[in-house]
């Protein structure tokens, strides 16, 4: 069951595991799972402010970029996973109440509400697969821990009452292959493209690259620099800025599978 | 004035050709016009239609991607554009009363609105650089016409009230050229990348390539084959369709032209 490591979940497909997680036995990271496929963040927001939002991501299509948005209170993502089911298909949840979090839970169903719209943000776990492809190790996957994340000082633009910095994900790169993934990754621009830095930690507002906002550490060897890639936590941030009465996104790392391809998201 | 062949428009600035427009001096399409900088198409609707139309968008990023938002009642594109004026920058404009056009001024001042908010969508004469660049033909501009626009058999996916076809623009490719045309294109997906058909126009429900929906037929010589993008007048099929009280938007062709180079729109 969850963590087995004997299980090789790259080849499931989205539906299997989005099933396994239905049933509550699967509660961890998706990174690595059902590989090609494309994977999703999710920010759950109530129809007062979807527009505030959904111009939010518009004007910061790096951090969110919209890979659906569900009618109010439907909680199927049409477009990319039909018949699937936003309120139970992803592994851990964040509930939110006037910006702050005040659950954790692994289903979302009796906090669901009429007025409720989803939206879903490209994750750069969808171009993992392309940088594994392309032989440029990728390590939270070898290390089987979760991306490290970090708030950053790079400010988003603001829409109505919509705020906040970026958020990004880091994976240490060995210099020589940073073109490389810098070019791959630029490919899929819905969900996150290019990096948006790549070294000095601090030049972006990061403290300490050991102590990550979100997710878990990771060891940057000799000869590699860390690669920052915009991540579509950037919403919960917002979250925290803005303060709405009430949201609901997935929990860090714990993403919604799509059935839609990474391919389906490169521009080649 | 206006269609002087003497004058290299290309090399202007787009905050000069912005303000020959403004002061009434070009009235015609803007393709060709300052070269390397990006263009817009223009859709403006009441504020109550824009969640549906920007979901709209969301739904249907190819033909419909969004470049910018402005504020309710405010006509200045901040993000594209900064101190531009969407009322008076555009050579012609479409204004539209329950999804028919009611006059075609070039300006639109007088029907300027607090709640109205404007949405700037990326235009396919920003990739035309990179076609010529490649020294592949854009045969539209060699001839001095407006590009050929027609209404598809592709149905967008609607969103609330917004619905309708897929229009797409064409240019006729040597077919030898066609990949290239498609990979340069391709790198632009915020200008509607690369290319939705190639051939024949019966297959997306186009009756006679030579009679266009919007802009002017060019001729398609021996060996080529007509190559068709998405198109930013798909909101005007939307507003036709969907019938909102009241819209704006450019006459096809005639585009604002943006501060944001089209290099600002590529993966690379």
Redesign the interface.
């Known amino acids: 069951m969850a963590g087995d490591k004997m299980i090789d979940y790259a080849s499931y497909t989205p539906a299997e595991v989005r099933k396994l997680i239905r049933d509550g036995k699967w509660d961890r990271p998706t990174s690595g799972m059902c590989a090609g496929y494309a994977q999703a963040n999710l920010a759950v927001l109530p129809r007062d402010w979807?527009?505030d939002f959904?111009?939010f991501a518009?004007?910061n299509?790096k951090p969110c970029p919209?890979l659906?948005?569900t009618e109010p209170g439907d909680p199927e993502p049409r477009?990319i996973a039909p018949g699937a089911d936003i309120t139970t298909d992803i592994p851990r949840y964040r509930v939110w109440v006037d910006g702050k979090c005040v659950d954790e839970p692994t289903d979302v169903k009796k906090y669901w509400r009429d007025d409720l719209v989803g939206f879903l943000i490209g994750c750069s776990f969808s171009f993992e697969g392309a940088l594994i492809r392309a032989r440029i190790p990728v390590r939270h996957i070898d290390l089987d821990r979760n991306v490290p994340m970090y708030v950053t000082n790079i400010q988003c633009?603001p829409?109505g009452r919509v705020k906040g910095p970026m958020v990004v994900s880091m994976r240490p790169i060995p210099a020589s292959l940073v073109p490389k993934a810098a070019?791959c990754t630029?490919?899929y621009?819905?969900v996150h493209?290019?990096p948006v830095h790549v070294g000095d930690p601090a030049a972006i507002g990061i403290k300490d690259i050991d102590k990550p906002d979100f997710g878990e550490a990771v060891p940057i060897y000799e000869g590699e620099y860390p690669v920052f890639w915009a991540c579509g936590v950037t919403p919960q941030a917002a979250i925290m800025a803005a303060k709405p009465e009430f949201a609901i996104t997935h929990a860090p790392g714990h993403m919604f599978i799509a059935d839609k391809t990474d391919v389906d998201y490169s521009?080649?």
């Open positions: 979807a527009y959904l111009v518009q004007r299509p919209i659906d948005v477009l633009h829409a070019m630029g490919c621009p819905s493209g290019a521009v080649f």
